[in-house]
């Protein structure tokens, strides 16, 4: 009998879409064909162009071949295309394709000028393709072994099957399929793309493992809080497991790795499928930084998702040294839709790294008179970034803690000014730093809140009247109202509170006393409300049970103890 929990159980595990896993490959390529503008499926088991195989002189070309272990995409079908790969032979997932295959697709390939094959270091790999070629007798073929990661290497004496085929595979077919294309013969694409192999190296590490389709089952386990380095892409574990540690001490780990000594290079920063864009960029920040404190010159670069091992949250740094000619056939043209359609950098100049900081005035501590007010508000913010940041995961986006946190978090305490000149000051950080739907919001409060503060009388007839006025400009701007559940459930409370208490001869602190109380009940109301406005709109019931981090922060202005947790009690 059947266990239903132990079924359920195997569900949740799955983390891929899939139909049947035994039909995973075959639908998954079939798709891939389809959206591939110069590809066709040969049923012998390989992946072809179905352009000519012709030189930019018209002549037949060397054509060359590649493959391996599905898994790996866009490597290596999506690399087929004029100007790189003639052919890519797929195997079952993590597995190398076998000599049949290959061999069909060399026959098929070669138009009598001979085939290359690009193989990574890979035992299957090796083995399939040498049998590959020794039933070839009749079609001239050559091989370009890749052995660029530098977690196998063993030593030059070592018996073991040396170091990995990764990273620097894409390097090397592009190499040989743009020398093929100019004209080059076999033994002179052989010659370069060997070249490339040679003088590349390349090292990995993960803060997660792949995820497997074909059986829903992770590929290794890793605990939280540590990073396995020198994986491979066949999604085997490291050679080492430490602590993770910030983005530029793993780049510190990978370029000791690699050892490069100073000249100038290719580099290749890779995502093994689950890392994104963004963190990509900041490895090849952090990577150029530190290239050039070691005399590395970087000519060409490449950022992105080439070489995957499934889903594994990981990189791969890649680096190859360049040549003119290397750099000539790196920049020739293809229409593999895998390649990038531009490589980072120019001739002459190795490229430069600059943080994207924005700058602009910022006016806080100019003055000598000391803002109590604000000053109080401020810490509460700053001590609660994580929390709000929580509260708006559970029915939102996420980010509101990561947005007052680049508006206030580089605040030095306490402020200085009169109440308007830091409102001001508050509202131009929000507007530029915050961003999104909480700066411009916020910001247009604290914009409100100096204008009029400025111009009054009194500060509490100030108070009184910004936050009248900030309610109307912002119902303007995104059209909340009471009971969506945004800030304006406590702004509007607070509101109401000020104009209420404004001939009642209040001090000014007395006044934000009465402000607080009606708007953290406000905030609170704001737990069993679905909300109509912001991203937590998106989510319908979903946004109930949660408080909403906007409107706690309003209650802050006031008063409190900027803790997050009261608004749940």
């Given amino acids: 009998m059947s266990n239903p929990d132990a079924t359920h159980s195997a569900q949740q595990s799955i983390r891929s879409f899939r139909n049947d896993p035994a039909d995973f490959l075959p639908e998954a390529l079939g798709g891939f064909i389809a959206s591939h503008p110069d590809a066709t499926w040969y049923e012998q088991g390989f992946i072809a162009r179905t352009t000519p195989l012709r030189t930019d002189a018209g002549k037949p070309a060397v054509a060359v071949v590649s493959g391996g272990g599905s898994g790996h995409e866009p490597m290596h079908a999506a690399f087929v295309g004029e100007g790189m790969l003639a052919a890519a032979v797929p195997g079952l997932v993590f597995s190398s394709p076998n000599a049949i295959q290959i061999t069909e697709a060399t026959r098929w390939a070669d138009q009598g000028a001979g085939v290359l094959h690009v193989v990574k270091n890979y035992t299957g790999d090796v083995m399939n393709f040498k049998v590959a070629r020794q039933s070839l007798a009749d079609v001239e073929t050559a091989v370009v072994l890749v052995d660029d990661d530098v977690a196998t290497d063993q030593g030059e004496d070592s018996d073991g099957p040396g170091r990995r085929g990764t990273g620097a595979t894409i390097i090397v077919e592009k190499v040989a399929g743009a020398a093929a294309q100019r004209g080059d013969d076999l033994a002179q694409v052989t010659d370069i793309a060997q070249w490339v192999a040679d003088n590349s190296r390349s090292m990995a590490v993960a803060l997660a493992p792949g995820h497997l389709p074909t059986t829903g089952r992770d590929t290794f386990d890793l605990p939280a809080g540590k990073m396995e380095v020198g994986v491979g892409i066949h999604g085997e574990r490291g050679v080492d497991r430490v602590d993770v540690e910030p983005a530029d001490a793993v780049v510190t780990r990978l370029l000791d790795g690699i050892d490069a000594t100073a000249g100038e290079y290719i580099c290749l920063v890779n995502g093994l499928g689950g890392t994104t864009p963004l963190e990509l960029s900041l490895i090849f920040?952090?990577?150029?930084?530190?290239?050039?404190?070691?005399?590395?010159?970087?000519?060409?670069?490449?950022?992105?998702?080439?070489?995957?091992?499934?889903?594994?949250?990981?990189?791969?740094?890649?680096?190859?040294?360049?040549?003119?000619?290397?750099?000539?056939?790196?920049?020739?043209?293809?229409?593999?839709?895998?390649?990038?359609?531009?490589?980072?950098?120019?001739?002459?100049?190795?490229?430069?790294?600059?943080?994207?900081?924005?700058?602009?005035?910022?006016?806080?501590?100019?003055?000598?008179?000391?803002?109590?007010?604000?000053?109080?508000?401020?810490?509460?913010?700053?001590?609660?970034?994580?929390?709000?940041?929580?509260?708006?995961?559970?029915?939102?986006?996420?980010?509101?803690?990561?947005?007052?946190?680049?508006?206030?978090?580089?605040?030095?305490?306490?402020?200085?000014?009169?109440?308007?000149?830091?409102?001001?000051?508050?509202?131009?950080?929000?507007?530029?730093?915050?961003?999104?739907?909480?700066?411009?919001?916020?910001?247009?409060?604290?914009?409100?809140?100096?204008?009029?503060?400025?111009?009054?009388?009194?500060?509490?007839?100030?108070?009184?009247?910004?936050?009248?006025?900030?309610?109307?400009?912002?119902?303007?701007?995104?059209?909340?109202?009471?009971?969506?559940?945004?800030?304006?459930?406590?702004?509007?409370?607070?509101?109401?509170?000020?104009?209420?208490?404004?001939?009642?001869?209040?001090?000014?602190?007395?006044?934000?006393?009465?402000?607080?109380?009606?708007?953290?009940?406000?905030?609170?109301?704001?737990?069993?409300?679905?909300?109509?406005?912001?991203?937590?709109?998106?989510?319908?019931?979903?946004?109930?049970?949660?408080?909403?981090?906007?409107?706690?922060?309003?209650?802050?202005?006031?008063?409190?103890?900027?803790?997050?947790?009261?608004?749940?009690?």
Avoid at 372 to 389: G, I, K, N, Y
Wanted: proline share 2%.
């Fill in 285 to 569: 920040g952090s990577a150029l930084r530190q290239l050039e404190q070691r005399g590395i010159t970087v000519r060409r670069a490449m950022v992105g998702t080439f070489v995957t091992s499934m889903n594994m949250a990981g990189v791969s740094l890649t680096l190859t040294r360049s040549t003119d000619e290397v750099i000539e056939l790196l920049d020739a043209p293809t229409e593999a839709p895998g390649w990038p359609r531009v490589l980072g950098g120019q001739d002459g100049a190795g490229i430069q790294f600059q943080p994207a900081v924005m700058e602009f005035a910022d006016d806080l501590g100019a003055s000598t008179e000391e803002n109590a007010w604000l000053s109080a508000f401020v810490e509460r913010v700053q001590r609660s970034f994580d929390d709000l940041t929580e509260l708006d995961r559970l029915a939102g986006d996420g980010d509101f803690g990561h947005n007052m946190d680049a508006a206030f978090g580089g605040v030095n305490l306490p402020l200085h000014g009169t109440d308007s000149e830091v409102l001001q000051t508050l509202a131009h950080r929000l507007f530029i730093r915050a961003g999104g739907t909480s700066g411009a919001v916020l910001g247009t409060l604290f914009r409100e809140l100096s204008t009029a503060m400025d111009g009054a009388d009194s500060s509490t007839s100030g108070l009184s009247t910004g936050l009248r006025n900030a309610c109307d400009a912002i119902t303007e701007l995104g059209g909340a109202q009471e009971g969506d559940n945004t800030l304006m459930d406590a702004l509007l409370p607070a509101a109401r509170a000020a104009n209420d208490a404004d001939a009642q001869d209040l001090t000014f602190g007395e006044l934000l006393k009465v402000c607080h109380e009606a708007a953290a009940k406000g905030a609170r109301d704001t737990r069993e409300m679905i909300a109509k406005k912001g991203r937590a709109s998106y989510l319908g019931t979903a946004s109930q049970g949660v408080v909403d981090p906007g409107a706690i922060l309003v209650s802050w202005i006031f008063g409190g103890n900027g803790k997050v947790a009261d608004f749940n009690s």
